[in-house]
């Protein structure tokens, strides 16, 4: 069974009947050291009484031993009558009543309450006097005392309840009025929890509420921020989605468009390059070049399967075997050229693909350039390797040239363009003892750019071209 909630109740409420009970308490204690102070004050003033009633009656009763002298005192006792808070009583020497004192007249007809002239109302002893024959007995009565004690607790009483709650009033009132500012701040949180962080909190000289103020602009401004940061990013994820929808039609329309035209090209090339190595197998150099095509063609047709694959899907981010790749390549690449002699130093090595794509495209660059313009007689390739780096060196002893001569070819961009956007840095220089040396430096996990910048944009890249 769940148990009921109390509402929760108000801050100036509780702080109001906090106040007000701590000077009730105070209060309290007061009246009990002053009901204290009274049981005292009681005990003093009847005691004294009684004494002087005593010595009064002792003075008057020397002589009662006749008759007429026990009259004159009763009589002289009739005269006088009520002495102060005391009870005065005559008995013969048979123990009867003579005389008795009479009742106060003072608030006649009211007492206390007995609980509480129990609790105020002092212990006193009935006092006797022996006058021969008689006996004259002395006994305090405070009641009166105690009755006017009563009343002034009433009258206290009253006065102190119309006090505390003056003062639970003024305290609620005054309390009020200092936290008034909360009721601003709820108001802001809540428009804040619904999504509005325009309002801000005025300062009200109090130094805790001037610091939730400051906290709670502080904060709203900071969410206001992060708002606006919010929809410039959904935006933006608005414009990349396009983007790349856009991207991925005009793969799709690329990827035809190389099967379509570029696949059937080539598979004519093969075709006739097939033709005439049939047709010459009896002339050792027509049918060594046809032999040559057809290599070329089929390694045309592998990358063109490979770009087809790369715009179908997205490059997988497995490693792929860079050096067999590269080592393929040079295989491929002397059988082409017999008169160039290609020496490599390539070792078993993987990488990202989109790594080991750069450094095929770069090989396949340079030794392009290698065949067709640098009248070289040697080549060498090497790939080395580092834990953080890959190296690629191609290296041959042509008639070498100035990289800082300008070109209108586009050749060389190409490959700074490739190295570039994986992270890596390409040097061009003379070798020794002549010659011309390429050497790549790229890191092992390519860096993936955010986006081409508008240097890459503007120039576009052709493989192949020679420089």
Same mark, same amino acid.
């Given at each position: 069974?769940?148990?009921?909630?109390?509402?929760?109740?108000?801050?100036?409420?509780?702080?109001?009947?906090?106040?007000?009970?701590?000077?009730?308490?105070?209060?309290?204690?007061?009246?009990?050291?002053?009901?204290?102070?009274?049981?005292?004050?009681?005990?003093?003033?009847?005691?004294?009484?009684?004494?002087?009633?005593?010595?009064?009656?002792?003075?008057?009763?020397?002589?009662?031993?006749?008759?007429?002298?026990?009259?004159?005192?009763?009589?002289?006792?009739?005269?006088?009558?009520?002495?102060?808070?005391?009870?005065?009583?005559?008995?013969?020497?048979?123990?009867?009543?003579?005389?008795?004192?009479?009742?106060?007249?003072?608030?006649?007809?009211?007492?206390?309450?007995?609980?509480?002239?129990?609790?105020?109302?002092?212990?006193?002893?009935?006092?006797?006097?022996?006058?021969?024959?008689?006996?004259?007995?002395?006994?305090?009565?405070?009641?009166?005392?105690?009755?006017?004690?009563?009343?002034?607790?009433?009258?206290?009483?009253?006065?102190?309840?119309? #006090?505390?709650?003056? #003062?639970?009033?003024?305290?609620?009132?005054?309390?009020?009025?200092?936290?008034?500012?909360?009721?601003?701040?709820?108001?802001?949180?809540?428009?804040?929890?619904?999504?509005?962080?325009?309002?801000?909190?005025?300062?009200?000289?109090?130094?805790?509420?001037?610091?939730?103020?400051?906290?709670?602009?502080?904060?709203?401004?900071?969410?206001?921020?992060?708002?606006?940061?919010?929809?410039?990013?959904?935006?933006?994820?608005?414009?990349?989605?396009?983007?790349?929808?856009?991207?991925?039609?005009?793969?799709?329309?690329?990827?035809?468009?190389?099967?379509?035209?570029?696949?059937?090209?080539?598979?004519?090339?093969?075709?006739?390059?097939?033709?005439?190595?049939?047709?010459?197998?009896?002339?050792?150099?027509?049918?060594?070049?046809?032999?040559?095509?057809?290599?070329?063609?089929?390694?045309?047709?592998?990358?063109?399967?490979?770009?087809?694959?790369?715009?179908?899907?997205?490059?997988?981010?497995?490693?792929?075997?860079?050096?067999?790749?590269?080592?393929?390549?040079?295989?491929?690449?002397?059988?082409?050229?017999?008169?160039?002699?290609?020496?490599?130093?390539?070792?078993?090595?993987?990488?990202?693909?989109?790594?080991?794509?750069?450094? #095929?495209?770069?090989?396949?660059?340079?030794?392009?350039?290698?065949?067709?313009?640098?009248?070289?007689?040697?080549?060498?390739?090497?790939?080395?390797?580092?834990?953080?780096?890959?190296?690629?060196?191609?290296?041959?002893?042509?008639?070498?040239?100035?990289?800082?001569?300008?070109?209108?070819?586009?050749?060389?961009?190409?490959?700074?363009?490739?190295?570039?956007?994986?992270?890596?840095?390409?040097?061009?220089?003379?070798?020794?003892?002549?010659?011309?040396?390429?050497?790549?430096? #790229?890191?092992?996990?390519?860096?993936?750019?955010?986006?081409?910048?508008?240097?890459?944009?503007?120039?576009?890249?052709?493989?192949?071209?020679?420089?």
């Amino acid at each position: 069974m769940s148990v009921p909630r109390l509402a929760p109740t108000r801050l100036r409420d509780r702080v109001s009947l906090l106040v007000t009970t701590v000077a009730a308490a105070t209060l309290l204690l007061g009246a009990l050291g002053w009901l204290q102070a009274t049981r005292d004050s009681i005990h003093e003033e009847v005691e004294a009484a009684a004494r002087v009633a005593e010595q009064w009656l002792r003075v008057l009763s020397r002589e009662t031993h006749t008759e007429a002298e026990q009259r004159r005192l009763v009589e002289r006792l009739e005269a006088v009558g009520r002495l102060r808070a005391n009870r005065v009583e005559v008995f013969d020497g048979e123990r009867r009543l003579l005389y008795r004192s009479p009742d106060s007249p003072y608030k006649a007809g009211r007492n206390a309450p007995g609980w509480f002239a129990a609790w105020i109302q002092p212990e006193f002893q009935a006092r006797e006097i022996l006058s021969m024959p008689l006996t004259l007995r002395i006994t305090p009565e405070p009641s009166r005392a105690v009755l006017d004690a009563w009343d002034t607790l009433v009258q206290g009483a009253g006065w102190g309840l119309a #006090l505390l709650t003056l #003062l639970g009033l003024a305290i609620r009132l005054a309390i009020g009025r200092a936290l008034a500012p909360l009721a601003k701040l709820e108001h802001a949180l809540e428009r804040t929890a619904g999504g509005h962080f325009d309002t801000r909190l005025d300062r009200h000289g109090v130094a805790e509420l001037d610091g939730l103020a400051d906290r709670y602009n502080h904060m709203a401004a900071n969410l206001d921020r992060a708002l606006v940061r919010n929809a410039c990013l959904e935006e933006d994820q608005a414009f990349v989605r396009a983007v790349n929808a856009r991207l991925e039609d005009e793969r799709r329309t690329l990827a035809r468009e190389l099967h379509d035209e570029f696949g059937q090209g080539i598979t004519a090339v093969r075709a006739i390059a097939g033709a005439i190595a049939q047709r010459s197998t009896d002339q050792a150099g027509l049918h060594g070049s046809a032999q040559a095509i057809l290599a070329m063609t089929s390694q045309m047709q592998d990358g063109v399967r490979g770009i087809l694959e790369r715009l179908r899907r997205d490059a997988p981010d497995t490693p792929t075997p860079l050096g067999q790749t590269l080592a393929d390549y040079c295989v491929q690449w002397a059988r082409c050229y017999p008169d160039l002699r290609l020496r490599q130093e390539i070792g078993d090595t993987t990488a990202a693909p989109e790594v080991t794509a750069t450094l #095929l495209r770069l090989l396949q660059e340079s030794l392009t350039n290698v065949a067709r313009h640098a009248e070289a007689g040697n080549v060498r390739v090497a790939l080395e390797q580092t834990p953080a780096e890959l190296i690629l060196t191609v290296m041959d002893d042509g008639r070498g040239f100035d990289p800082t001569h300008p070109t209108r070819r586009f050749g060389l961009a190409g490959m700074r363009e490739r190295v570039d956007a994986v992270g890596g840095t390409l040097a061009i220089g003379p070798a020794q003892p002549r010659g011309t040396e390429v050497c790549a430096r #790229l890191p092992r996990e390519a860096r993936r750019p955010a986006a081409l910048s508008p240097r890459h944009s503007a120039q576009p890249t052709i493989p192949g071209d020679p420089a």
